[in-house]
């Protein structure tokens, strides 16, 4: 059991070994990072003070940015629980697991905040395919879905594939793959 609260922190090593760097810290509760060649994103959640960020460091070290909180200009929905996250060469992506549920975009340097696909269920993790031309999604249920990033209706791909999946997803050309974590103990999702 935890709480998704502040105390969370970026970190980064070398591949090659050496001193830890912390590039970010005090956070709330970070669930996924993504990287590109110049900065590390994440999707953030404070469950003590119920609200959602969408944040980026440069990679080398330098000041913490907020790309998206609260209710973002123009928008009459919260960036509340995001949680999976996917980087393309413009736009950063993530998924709300609450809230009805949505897929949501926002330029890496900061801007508008696009809903995609929302009000269709949760989503928990997602992934771009090699093309960028398509979601895989992790949502309600342990069921999988396709969306196009141009946006548009969710096409099942599977339902009830797992009863605690964990992601992140990955994918090939020719499947999906996630896992299922349950306690052996128990039987039950851990």
């Known amino acids: 059991d935890y709480t998704l609260g502040s105390g969370s922190s970026i970190k980064k090593v070398s591949k090659t070994g050496g001193?830890?760097?912390?590039?970010?810290?005090?956070?709330?509760?970070?669930?996924?990072?993504?990287v590109d060649g110049a900065n590390v994103y994440w999707t953030e959640f404070d469950e003590q003070n119920g609200n959602g960020?969408?944040?980026s460091v440069p990679s080398g070290g330098?000041?913490?940015?907020?790309?998206?909180?609260?209710?973002?200009?123009?928008?009459?929905?919260?960036?509340?629980?995001?949680?999976?996250?996917?980087?393309?060469?413009?736009?950063?992506?993530?998924?709300?697991a609450?809230?009805?549920?949505?897929?949501?975009?926002?330029?890496?340097?900061?801007?508008?905040?696009?809903?995609?696909?929302?009000?269709?269920?949760?989503?928990?993790?997602?992934?771009?395919?090699?093309?960028?031309?398509n979601f895989?999604?992790?949502?309600?249920?342990?069921?999988?879905?396709?969306?196009?990033?141009?946006?548009?209706?969710?096409?099942a791909l599977a339902a009830n594939v797992g009863t605690n999946l964990t992601g992140p997803l990955e994918i090939d050309q020719n499947a999906i793959y996630s896992e299922d974590v349950v306690d052996a103990s128990t039987g039950r999702g851990g």
């Open 19 to 34: 001193p830890v760097t912390v590039l970010a810290s005090g956070l709330g509760g970070v669930n996924q990072i993504a």
């Open 53 to 55: 960020q969408i944040r």
């Open 62 to 96: 330098g000041p913490v940015t907020t790309l998206a909180s609260g209710t973002p200009a123009g928008s009459s929905y919260d960036v509340f629980f995001p949680t999976g996250i996917v980087l393309d060469a413009s736009y950063v992506y993530w998924g709300e």
């Open 98 to 133: 609450a809230g009805g549920g949505a897929v949501r975009r926002v330029p890496k340097a900061g801007g508008q905040v696009v809903d995609i696909g929302r009000g269709q269920g949760s989503v928990n993790w997602l992934t771009l395919d090699a093309t960028q031309s």
């Open 136 to 155: 895989y999604v992790v949502g309600d249920s342990g069921n999988f879905y396709r969306q196009p990033v141009a946006g548009g209706t969710r096409q």
